[in-house]
């Protein structure tokens, strides 16, 4: 360009050559010509520009992110901003390139400004869906799962209980609602929300046991949805209404194990278990300060990217530390048995999502951590018989959800049943 501002002949030529050449051409080479010539026909080329700068962002050319990733991004939401409001993809564009950026945001650590820019996107979601009459809202769920991490539970139990108010009447054919429903439970639930929380559990446990009946979904997600609402009820003091659910659960499971599944699933039941799993052990293990929370009830794809680092990285140290609490426990289990055992539950807990969320091979690799779970727990029932029973039920019952996520259901039914027995629940 030359010094009047004006855009120089030649390189809008070059731009243009590097276009329409029949030559691959580089993600950098692609947003330097969009560059020039987005001066020249701002409304054909700033839309080109906005997501040419995201792909740059993602792969310099080389397969790796970018260096300067984060600017690239920014660069693409300023450029998105600047597409004239008539334009009729405007919103479709600046909503892309915001997600991109509060991404980046989130993974740097800058998370207020990632938490506005999903206030944006927000924003152009609401007014999408005022104009379409549509009662979905585009990027009310990203918004509900920020402040969630933020601790600002009520605004998330409200948002995910708008999110479940526009996609329940469509049921789940769709798909997404049962993952909706445990985000909003789990949001109720942060919130003390208790008497919704148990009401939204119990739409998920029905719309599961419609699915599994009319061979729409699997049996097992039915399966741990109960367990899974049994906990919570045990969690709120309503033990009665609870083993009765559990009961439903122990049917549901000898018919499994009779029979297997009476349809074949793709084995997205397995993601199903591992959020339930980490709602439960959630409330273990509250955030640090100045530090955000996974939001219990989804799966890690939706949590933002230094929630999974907080989750994840220390793996291997926590893993340490529940090795070094084991030690200590059995030269001295009076003082450190209980502790070991819950300790060991937040990083089974852990662990569970880490491996279940990255190969089908999940099961491999935390099977022993759950028999590891029961043999600490049996330890304790020992040690302790008031408490420690009831905490070797929990220990066999989270095992027992294991086995059937890995459709072993046999083994699931034993143990399963000797919970029961635990508990008191069965002979």
């Given at each position: 360009m030359?010094?009047?501002?004006?855009?120089?002949?030649?390189?809008?030529?070059r731009a243009?050559n590097?276009?329409l050449?029949?030559?691959?051409?580089t993600?950098?080479?692609?947003v330097?010509a969009?560059r020039?010539l987005?001066?020249?026909?701002?409304?054909s080329y700033?839309p080109?520009?906005?997501?040419?700068?995201q792909?740059?962002s993602?792969?310099?050319g080389?397969?790796?992110?970018?260096?300067a990733?984060?600017?690239?991004?920014?660069?693409?939401?300023?450029v998105?901003r600047?597409?004239?409001?008539a334009?009729?993809n405007r919103?479709d564009?600046?909503?892309?390139?915001?997600d991109?950026?509060?991404?980046?945001?989130?993974?740097?650590?800058?998370r207020?400004?990632g938490l506005?820019?999903?206030?944006?996107?927000l924003a152009?979601g609401?007014?999408?869906?005022?104009?379409s009459?549509?009662?979905v809202?585009?990027?009310l769920?990203?918004?509900?799962?920020?402040l969630?991490e933020?601790?600002?539970?009520?605004?998330a139990a409200d948002?995910?209980?708008?999110v479940?108010a526009a996609?329940l009447?469509?049921?789940?054919?769709?798909?997404?609602?049962?993952?909706?429903?445990?985000e909003?439970?789990?949001a109720?639930?942060?919130a003390?929300?208790?008497?919704?929380?148990?009401?939204?559990?119990e739409?998920l446990?029905?719309?599961?046991?419609?699915?599994?009946?009319?061979?729409?979904?699997?049996m097992a997600?039915?399966f741990?949805?109960?367990?899974?609402y049994?906990?919570l009820?045990?969690?709120?003091?309503?033990?009665?209404?609870?083993?009765?659910v559990?009961?439903?659960?122990?049917?549901?499971?000898?018919e499994?194990?009779d029979t297997?599944e009476r349809?074949?699933?793709s084995?997205?039941?397995?993601t199903f278990?591992?959020?339930?799993l980490s709602?439960?052990?959630?409330?273990s293990?509250?955030p640090?300060?100045?530090?955000?929370?996974?939001?219990?009830g989804?799966?890690?794809?939706?949590w933002s990217?230094d929630?999974?680092r907080?989750?994840?990285?220390?793996l291997?140290?926590l893993?340490?530390?529940?090795?070094a609490?084991?030690a200590r426990?059995a030269?001295?289990?009076?003082?450190?048995?209980a502790a070991?055992v819950?300790?060991?539950?937040?990083?089974?807990v852990?662990s569970?999502?880490y491996w279940?969320?990255?190969?089908h091979l999940?099961?491999?690799?935390v099977r022993?951590l759950f028999d590891?779970?029961?043999?600490?727990a049996?330890?304790?029932?020992?040690?302790?018989?008031?408490?420690g029973?009831r905490?070797?039920?929990e220990?066999?019952?989270d095992?027992s959800?294991?086995?059937a996520?890995?459709?072993e259901?046999?083994?699931?039914?034993?143990?399963?049943r000797?919970?029961?027995?635990c508990l008191?629940?069965v002979?």
């Amino acid at each position: 360009m030359n010094h009047s501002g004006n855009v120089d002949q030649d390189d809008i030529l070059r731009a243009r050559n590097v276009l329409l050449g029949s030559g691959r051409r580089t993600p950098r080479e692609e947003v330097d010509a969009y560059r020039v010539l987005a001066r020249v026909s701002p409304a054909s080329y700033l839309p080109r520009l906005a997501e040419a700068l995201q792909r740059l962002s993602y792969d310099s050319g080389s397969g790796e992110p970018h260096a300067a990733r984060l600017a690239l991004r920014q660069e693409a939401v300023a450029v998105a901003r600047s597409i004239d409001p008539a334009e009729p993809n405007r919103a479709d564009v600046l909503y892309g390139a915001l997600d991109a950026c509060q991404r980046e945001l989130y993974r740097v650590g800058r998370r207020a400004e990632g938490l506005a820019l999903r206030a944006e996107m927000l924003a152009i979601g609401r007014a999408e869906a005022e104009l379409s009459g549509q009662p979905v809202v585009r990027g009310l769920r990203e918004w509900a799962a920020g402040l969630s991490e933020e601790g600002r539970y009520a605004e998330a139990a409200d948002a995910m209980t708008e999110v479940v108010a526009a996609i329940l009447p469509e049921g789940p054919s769709g798909g997404g609602l049962a993952w909706s429903l445990l985000e909003w439970i789990a949001a109720l639930h942060d919130a003390g929300r208790s008497d919704e929380a148990l009401a939204a559990f119990e739409t998920l446990v029905g719309m599961e046991a419609a699915e599994a009946a009319h061979d729409r979904g699997p049996m097992a997600c039915h399966f741990h949805a109960l367990i899974g609402y049994a906990r919570l009820l045990d969690t709120y003091g309503r033990g009665e209404r609870a083993a009765l659910v559990r009961h439903e659960a122990l049917a549901l499971l000898t018919e499994l194990a009779d029979t297997g599944e009476r349809t074949s699933w793709s084995g997205y039941q397995t993601t199903f278990w591992a959020v339930l799993l980490s709602f439960s052990g959630a409330d273990s293990e509250p955030p640090a300060s100045g530090e955000p929370r996974p939001p219990s009830g989804t799966t890690p794809m939706h949590w933002s990217p230094d929630s999974k680092r907080r989750c994840f990285d220390g793996l291997h140290a926590l893993g340490e530390e529940v090795d070094a609490l084991a030690a200590r426990a059995a030269g001295d289990p009076d003082r450190h048995l209980a502790a070991a055992v819950r300790l060991h539950r937040v990083f089974t807990v852990r662990s569970a999502a880490y491996w279940e969320h990255r190969t089908h091979l999940f099961a491999e690799r935390v099977r022993s951590l759950f028999d590891d779970g029961v043999d600490l727990a049996r330890s304790l029932s020992r040690q302790d018989p008031a408490d420690g029973t009831r905490t070797l039920a929990e220990a066999l019952i989270d095992r027992s959800a294991f086995h059937a996520a890995a459709r072993e259901f046999g083994p699931a039914l034993d143990d399963f049943r000797q919970a029961l027995r635990c508990l008191g629940e069965v002979r």
